[in-house]
């Protein structure tokens, strides 16, 4: 019995001695509480009293932009200039770029200088609306056909129309066409100038130039350029008729 009831004691110290050591091992032990859940203890009071903002007082400023000067104004559609058509009786330079050089020169083949003066140009005299209209079958040229709508048979009652094909290697070439006429030869004297600094581009060109019927009666019709190798020219320049600058 005395065994027992000392075993009894001994088993109670032991529960004892462990509780004992396990509340040495964790002094530290505190409440926990979540990092989202707002703290229940009253604020404490430190003795300094909290910042304040200095007291700044804002005044609107007047500005003196007008505020019209800050819009960008936005582009506007310019209407397309209305282009006046040239008048029958004037002078054309047409570029043509909607025909082949091949085509060009092709073209210029069959209608070839006058036999009449060495090195002359190609050039065709037109001398009524019927032979123009199969002209601009041949030559193919849109451009060319819509730059001579106003050549109608009014016009071919006074007046015949020359046509030069040209072809230069740039498109800065600018033309000249003076006329002049003697006893057989109506001579079409075409200066080209080009400014110091031009494009690199091939240009196919018509030279449109009307006449009046009284100049070519009785005479052959001669495109030139003076100067050009080959000795181009008319010995006898005639009698000035017209002069042209073409652009």
Avoid at 8 to 23: I, R, V, W
Avoid at 63 to 78: A, C, F, H, R, W
Avoid at 218 to 231: E, Y
Avoid at 235 to 241: F, L, T
Wanted: glycine fraction near 6%; include cysteine.
């Amino acid at each position: 019995m005395k065994k027992q009831n000392m075993t009894q004691k001994l088993t109670s110290l032991a529960a004892l001695s462990l509780t004992a050591a396990l509340m040495l091992t964790f002094p530290g032990c505190r409440s926990f509480r979540p990092a989202n859940q707002p703290s229940t203890n009253p604020p404490q009071d430190t003795g300094t009293e909290p910042a304040t903002e200095p007291d700044v007082t804002w005044k609107p400023v007047e500005s003196t932009v007008d505020p019209g000067d800050l819009l960008i104004p936005m582009p506007t559609e310019t209407e397309p200039e209305e282009t006046t058509p040239a008048s029958p009786t004037e002078a054309q330079v047409i570029r043509a770029q909607d025909i082949s050089q091949s085509a060009l020169e092709n073209l210029m083949a069959r209608h070839p200088g006058s036999d009449l003066v060495a090195g002359s140009l190609p050039l065709v005299h037109l001398q009524d609306q019927t032979a123009l209209e199969e002209f601009l079958k041949e030559a193919g040229s849109q451009v060319l056909e819509d730059a001579c709508q106003g050549y109608d048979d009014a016009f071919f009652q006074d007046h015949d129309l020359l046509i030069v094909p040209r072809i230069t290697n740039t498109g800065s070439a600018r033309h000249t066409v003076e006329l002049s006429a003697d006893n057989s030869i109506l001579t079409v004297k075409i200066t080209v100038t080009t400014p110091e600094i031009v494009t690199m581009d091939m240009a196919h060109w018509f030279l449109v130039i009307p006449v009046s019927k009284t100049d070519t009666q009785g005479r052959t019709p001669v495109a030139t350029i003076p100067g050009l190798s080959g000795g181009i020219g008319v010995p006898n320049p005639g009698n000035p008729v017209r002069k042209y600058h073409l652009r």
